[in-house]
């Protein structure tokens, strides 16, 4: 492997800015050096996804690399080197999407493309995804339903555990419904932000689920707003809230809404519902979905497991099982459409999003090598 071109390619990626609907740029470099690299097809689709393809000489089972290109912004203010200029400083390389998560990406296009088509059976590919730091998944639907892979990785970051599990995260609203009235006469109202803090209490305080293998769910209040807003002297007759809530397997749109109707909340009127995500490409497209992306799990004996397992041991990569604690695009590749999938990348999850973002230059090599050896085990294993 070309190390030095793995990592002169990393930093292009990030000194390509690609927040969430702007990944025009950075998708143009992934599909020239898809092809640059020699992948059998490249493409982009409707959504503004990279596709690469690579193609081995024994007829097999299809495995998707999965890593998404966009990011979350970044103020170069607070930063203490450019977040888009790809520094090095010692073994180390900053910048905004470093971990998370264009060195995983560049790592698995490197993995692929040095694949020995030779000894594999089957079909490999790696995806580009966009918008995933806005709607898990989203991007990556189209993506599974044009290819229809047989069993994906999630390159996110794990700091080299394998994971076979991952939270969930849906954004609950809840709104609490009072009355108005003029600010100098507040007795002939009933103010709806008295009422939400009331319910808050009630809300914090529900005991929520756990899971052995993925941990506990969370409820995270992220915002408040009342209505009227500014509220002139006015008594507001809404308050509204927004929950981030970290989901279990098994849970439901269903059984979250269900778990608000039996709190004991007395005389205050309120809603809750889970929010409704608008999404558009840099493409144009245009997409829509409930804001619940479902938590997934898989079982360690799972042959897609195992396979992965030996892979690493063959490429003397050590590892763990885990799981993962943020949401990824594995929400929809195992917890909607059911399809067998792991995660597995370089950094910590802690290291998304924070200033002075970072991967280590030796962690970016390892990484590329573990997905090549993961992709030949997996595909010579029972499932070929």
């Known amino acids: 492997m070309d190390e030095a071109s793995l990592l ?31 992948f059998d097809r490249v493409w982009v689709d409707d959504i503004g996804t990279a596709i690469g393809m690579i193609h081995g000489d024994r007829p097999g089972k299809t495995l998707l690399l999965d890593g998404h290109c966009d990011t979350v912004s970044a103020n170069p203010a607070d930063w203490s080197v450019d977040p888009f200029a790809g520094v090095i400083l010692d073994d180390t390389l900053y910048g905004r999407g470093a971990a ?14 040095q694949l020995d088509r030779a000894a594999l059976a089957g079909t490999v590919l790696v995806s580009a995804t966009v918008l995933e730091e806005v709607m898990e998944g989203i991007a990556l639907a189209g993506v599974i339903k044009s290819v229809r892979p ?36 507040p007795q002939a109202g009933l103010c ?21 293998v993925v941990g506990s769910a969370q409820m995270v209040l992220t915002d408040i707003v009342s209505d009227p807003y500014p509220g002139h002297s006015v008594v507001p007759n809404r308050c509204r809230v927004s929950y981030d809530r970290r989901l279990m397997p098994g849970e439901t749109p269903q059984s979250i809404l269900a778990a608000f109707q039996q709190l ?6 309120y809603k809750a519902s889970i929010l409704a995500g608008e999404e558009t490409s840099y493409t144009g497209q ?11 799990k898989f079982v360690d004996e799972h042959p897609l497991v195992q396979a992965a397992l030996e892979g690493l041991k063959r490429a003397g990569i050590e590892t763990h099982l885990g799981s993962y604690n943020f949401c990824t695009n594995g929400s929809y590749s195992a917890g909607i459409a059911g399809i067998p999938t792991i995660g597995f990348g370089p950094g910590f999850e802690t ?11 030796s962690d970016l090599t390892k990484s590329a ?16």
């Open 192 to 212: 709806a932000v008295h009422k939400m803090l009331e319910l808050i209490p009630l809300v914090e305080g529900a005991e929520l689920p756990s899971d052995p």
């Open 8 to 38: 002169s390619f990393t930093q292009s990626l990030i000194r390509a800015r690609s927040y969430s609907g702007e990944e025009r740029e950075v998708v143009k470099l992934i599909t020239q050096e898809m092809s640059r690299l020699g």
């Open 351 to 361: 290291d998304a999003h924070t200033v002075d973002e970072s991967i280590k230059i």
């Open 264 to 269: 004991n909340t007395k005389d205050i009127q």
């Open 286 to 296: 245009t997409l829509r979905g409930m804001k619940f992306f479902p938590a997934w």
């Open 100 to 113: 998370d998560m264009k060195a995983s990406l560049a790592a698995m296009i490197y993995a692929a493309a």
């Open 150 to 185: 047989d069993f994906v990785i999630i390159g996110e970051a794990t700091n080299f555990a394998l994971n076979r599990a991952g939270r969930g995260r849906a954004e609950i609203v809840l709104e609490t419904i009072g009355k108005s009235a003029h600010s100098s006469s």
């Open 369 to 384: 090598r573990a997905f090549a050896a993961m992709a030949q085990s997996i595909l010579e294993s029972v499932f070929a």
